[in-house]
Nanobody, 128 residues
């Protein structure tokens, strides 16, 4: 059984940086596409960033391009999200997710339903 555990969230000021981590256990996810989503209060869970099993060609939602960087360390079975120049609108619970199928990235990668495995989330709050 796969478990994903996020960490690294917190309360920061606008312009600050945070690094989120997502540690996987139960099985290696080195062959699986992984992603970050976020959910603000009263809003739907939305796509933030994706990285394939090779670590190449990451995808980002437009609002975080140039500020966020997704990466992975397959040896540690861990996913990361480096968030720089944080803005109040980045405030949300951040979730990591993993695709169930190996060596596969769905064309609907931005949809939460495409992912089988989820973490419990970590809160990021950015004050102005």
């Amino acid at each position: 059984q796969v478990q994903l555990v996020e960490s690294g969230g917190g309360l920061v000021q606008a312009g600050d940086s945070l690094r989120l981590s997502c540690a996987a256990s139960g099985r290696t996810l080195s062959s699986n596409t992984m992603a970050w989503f976020r959910q603000a209060p009263g809003k739907e869970r939305v796509f933030v960033a994706l990285i394939s099993w090779t670590g190449s060609s990451p995808y980002y939602t437009d609002s975080v391009k140039g500020r966020f960087t997704i990466s992975r360390d397959n040896a540690k079975n861990t996913l990361y999200l480096q968030m720089n120049s944080l803005k109040p609108e980045d405030t949300a619970v951040y979730y990591c997710a993993a695709e169930r199928r190996a060596y596969w990235t769905s064309s609907a990668y931005y949809k939460p339903d495409e992912y089988e495995y989820w973490g419990q989330g970590t809160q990021v709050t950015v004050s102005s």
